[in-house]
């Protein structure tokens, strides 16, 4: 057999064919440009998921779906949770990195949790961060870093009907002694007063308006888990005594401690009560039953009017972040930088009424529009969610239970101070 012989310069051509040839043509595979064409496979879209709480379910579909066809490469499968489930599940759902590309979490306790493990991804240097109003994401940074980006910005406080606070000659009190004597006057005239949901997120809305002028410090959670304040102090004793008030002077309604959210929600919107022991992210759902309420936001001043510090609480919470398991972080953070659009943010916060702290938002939704005036209230951040750790959470929330169902306030804080106790020993 006879060997053809080549020139140099065709040997050398010969070999580069060859070598290209193994290595699949000069293009290469598809897959090989996964991370930046967000194609996985020959052509195949890479899937992403998004878990978070919020119920507004129809926007975020039409959002999503606006983001594909901006992004032919990538496909959002989306999962929606109860906000109560979500706190407790969605840690053990990251772990893997198959759930939750892109995430929403609670500030406080269960970002700090999540950042202890190590979930999130650094978006420090992040184009997108410089969507977000810089004052507004600072519940999504640590050690400097920016974990997360809330998307949300609500206000604790309840949710009053103006049309009956008008129809009593009432106002927004200014202190606690006009505060009761408005309740008395809905209460006298078969209004209740406040409609609480005691079975769920009620203790742990209620008591941030509640505690912020007893405790004006702002620190005052933070010194609790570091035992430098107990809960048997005046400043808790004081907060839980008045809830008691409120309960022994059927200023809830019967039976508050069954009631949930959408049960509360419901007597409100029916005009069976004047106030909504929630906040601002309720009116969407009032709304809906009721559109021809009038709705404006109070909260109640457990001091006298000279000594009030704070006119209300806020807090930026579902905070998105990408999954530090994630086999998809570039798709992730494209997703994250389009929902940063201001165009986007506006869509979603209109329809849910709910203010986002996105830059430059246009906010025509009416409810977002009574409620605006709040961002140049003094508020100051939720309290609760400064609660670092779950149990002393758990036990600060039980005491206020504790004293609805007839607990005395010093007996109430005594039991959770032992809860506290508890949780710091060494």
Request: hydrophobic share 40%; aromatic share 10%.
């Amino acid at each position: 057999m006879m060997l053809k012989k080549y020139s140099f310069p065709a040997a050398i051509l010969l070999l580069l064919a060859l070598i290209l040839a193994a290595c699949g043509g000069i293009g290469g595979d598809a897959s090989s440009n996964t991370a930046s064409s967000g194609n996985s496979g020959a052509g195949k879209p890479v899937e992403i998921s998004f878990i978070h709480w919020q119920g507004d379910v129809p926007v975020w579909n039409e959002i999503i779906k606006d983001f594909e066809q901006e992004n032919p490469g990538i496909k959002v499968s989306m999962q929606t949770f109860p906000s109560e489930q979500y706190q407790t599940t969605a840690q053990v759902k990251l772990l893997d990195g198959s759930v939750g590309d892109v995430f929403a979490s609670f500030p406080g306790a269960q970002f700090e949790s999540i950042a202890k493990a190590g979930l999130y991804t650094d978006l420090t240097n992040e184009a997108f961060v410089q969507s977000f109003v810089p004052e507004l994401i600072k519940s999504g940074a640590k050690d400097g870093k920016q974990y997360a980006l809330p998307y949300s910005l609500v206000y604790n406080i309840p949710v009053y009907n103006v049309g009956l606070f008008e129809q009593y000659n009432l106002s927004p009190p200014k202190d606690w002694d006009s505060f009761l004597a408005a309740s008395e006057t809905l209460k006298s005239n078969g209004i209740i007063p406040i409609a609480f949901p005691g079975a769920d997120i009620g203790p742990g809305q209620f008591m941030n308006p509640m505690m912020m002028n007893n405790a004006p410090d702002e620190e005052v959670f933070q010194k609790l888990e570091k035992g430098e304040t107990k809960l048997t102090d005046e400043w808790w004793t004081t907060t839980l005594s008045q809830f008691k008030e409120l309960n022994d002077k059927g200023y809830f309604q019967p039976d508050s401690l069954g009631t949930n959210t959408d049960a509360a929600i419901a007597l409100f919107s029916q005009g069976k009560a004047a106030m909504l022991a929630t906040g601002s992210y309720s009116i969407a759902a009032v709304l809906k039953a009721s559109p021809e309420l009038k709705l404006d936001l109070l909260a109640p001043i457990t001091v006298p009017a000279d000594q009030a510090i704070y006119e209300g609480i806020h807090t930026t919470t579902f905070m998105l972040g990408v999954n530090s398991k994630s086999k998809h972080p570039e798709e992730a953070k494209a997703f994250i930088s389009y929902l940063g659009k201001k165009e986007v943010a506006g869509k979603v916060a209109n329809a849910a009424n709910q203010n986002i702290p996105v830059k430059d938002i246009e906010y025509t939704s009416p409810a977002l529009q009574v409620i605006s005036g709040w961002a140049d209230k003094k508020t100051r951040f939720q309290p609760r969610y400064l609660i670092t750790n779950i149990e002393i959470q758990k036990a600060v929330t039980g005491s206020i239970q504790a004293v609805i169902a007839g607990d005395s306030a010093e007996g109430a804080a005594s039991s959770a101070q032992a809860i506290v106790d508890q949780q710091l020993k060494p």
